[in-house]
């Protein structure tokens, strides 16, 4: 008799204790397998850097064309006696003052006795006066006033050939003059050539303003010759080198490097032209260390997983 038959085993018994014991170790090893897929990594998933990224989106830029110049009264006007032998008896107004059209400047004595005045051919700003009581006055010598007609003002600059082109009458412009702050102005006219020397054209523009301004004193103009709008990213987003102009953009988890024509700029931003659509994921500062097909972990500005 064998030990099984001693311990009052019989084969009859054997073989269902067996097969029990068999699917018991399968059902073990079933439940541990999630597990162990779990702890695997995927190797298909990338392990890149984190970079930040936005959504390429649409902006208007404005075309400006830079301008710097002078004030310079528009038309000035210069009051003198209709007669000589004349003397300068009173004076009823000075240098910066603002005047009405008729209104008196100064009373003249006459060689016969009496008086004559002087009155404002136009209504202004006096920009000088020689005027002084007991002084000569006649029809030929210095002016006694001198006046800026209507107030008005030009500021006459200068511009590159290549943008005298874009310009025209009437366009708007916004105007810095130290001392006065920001004014509003438009093009009144352009010159219809150009300095040989410095291939320079000269344009003027109208100051429109109640302040009164310096004759002679700086400014810097931006006239607005048109608008463009397209695609925007940051400028940090775009990468200058000797193949060319570039963005980066991330698809899949990927860096793409893309081919871009960019246009304006303004505030920080660059009109795409070509090579970027609306939407697309664009790394928000390129660098040189980032390359085609690198795996990456894209983020957005405000810290959520793309």
């Given at each position: 008799?064998?030990?099984?038959?001693?311990?009052?085993?019989?084969?009859?018994?054997?073989a269902?204790?067996?097969?029990?014991?068999?699917?018991?170790?399968?059902?073990?090893?079933l439940?541990?397998?999630?597990?162990?897929?779990?702890?695997t990594?995927?190797?298909?998933?990338?392990?890149?850097a984190?970079?930040?990224?936005?959504?390429?989106?649409?902006s208007?830029?404005?075309?400006?064309?830079?301008?710097?110049?002078i004030?310079?009264?528009?038309?000035e006007?210069?009051?003198r006696?209709?007669?000589?032998?004349?003397?300068?008896?009173?004076?009823?107004a000075?240098?910066?003052?603002?005047?009405?059209?008729?209104?008196?400047?100064?009373?003249?004595?006459?060689?016969?006795?009496?008086?004559?005045?002087?009155?404002?051919?136009?209504?202004?700003?006096?920009?000088?006066?020689?005027?002084?009581?007991?002084?000569?006055?006649?029809?030929?010598?210095?002016?006694l006033?001198?006046?800026?007609?209507?107030?008005e003002?030009?500021?006459?600059?200068l511009?590159?050939?290549?943008?005298?082109?874009k310009?025209?009458?009437?366009?708007?412009?916004?105007?810095?003059?130290?001392?006065?702050?920001?004014?509003?102005?438009?093009?009144?006219?352009?010159?219809?050539?150009?300095?040989?020397?410095?291939?320079?054209?000269?344009?003027?523009?109208?100051?429109?303003?109640?302040?009164?301004?310096?004759?002679?004193?700086?400014g810097?103009?931006?006239i607005?010759?048109?608008?463009?709008c397209?695609?925007?990213?940051?400028?940090?987003?775009?990468?200058?080198?000797?193949?060319?102009?570039?963005?980066?953009?991330?698809?899949?988890?990927?860096?793409?490097?893309?081919?871009?024509?960019v246009?304006?700029?303004?505030?920080?931003?660059?009109?795409?032209?070509?090579?970027?659509?609306?939407?697309?994921?664009?790394?928000?500062?390129?660098?040189s260390?980032?390359?085609?097909?690198?795996?990456?972990?894209?983020?957005?500005a405000?810290?959520e997983?793309?």
């Amino acid at each position: 008799m064998n030990r099984f038959a001693a311990l009052g085993l019989t084969q009859k018994w054997l073989a269902p204790a067996l097969a029990g014991l068999c699917a018991l170790a399968g059902l073990l090893a079933l439940s541990t397998s999630p597990a162990l897929a779990a702890d695997t990594p995927d190797p298909d998933a990338p392990k890149g850097a984190t970079v930040t990224v936005l959504k390429a989106a649409k902006s208007c830029f404005s075309n400006l064309v830079e301008v710097t110049g002078i004030v310079l009264a528009r038309d000035e006007t210069t009051v003198r006696p209709e007669r000589a032998g004349l003397k300068v008896a009173e004076v009823l107004a000075d240098a910066g003052d603002t005047v009405t059209a008729g209104q008196t400047l100064a009373r003249l004595s006459l060689p016969e006795g009496g008086t004559a005045q002087v009155a404002a051919p136009v209504a202004g700003l006096i920009a000088s006066s020689s005027a002084v009581v007991g002084a000569m006055a006649s029809a030929k010598g210095e002016a006694l006033f001198s006046i800026i007609a209507r107030s008005e003002y030009d500021l006459v600059g200068l511009v590159p050939t290549q943008d005298v082109a874009k310009l025209a009458v009437n366009q708007g412009a916004s105007i810095r003059i130290p001392g006065a702050g920001d004014v509003d102005g438009r093009v009144r006219r352009i010159a219809p050539t150009v300095q040989p020397d410095s291939q320079l054209g000269q344009v003027f523009i109208a100051i429109t303003t109640n302040r009164r301004l310096l004759v002679n004193s700086s400014g810097r103009a931006l006239i607005k010759t048109g608008q463009s709008c397209g695609v925007a990213v940051p400028l940090t987003a775009v990468l200058y080198g000797t193949g060319g102009t570039v963005v980066q953009v991330v698809r899949r988890s990927r860096v793409e490097t893309k081919r871009v024509e960019v246009g304006l700029m303004a505030g920080g931003q660059v009109e795409i032209r070509e090579g970027v659509n609306e939407g697309d994921i664009v790394v928000a500062r390129a660098g040189s260390l980032l390359r085609e097909g690198d795996p990456v972990r894209p983020v957005t500005a405000s810290g959520e997983s793309k």
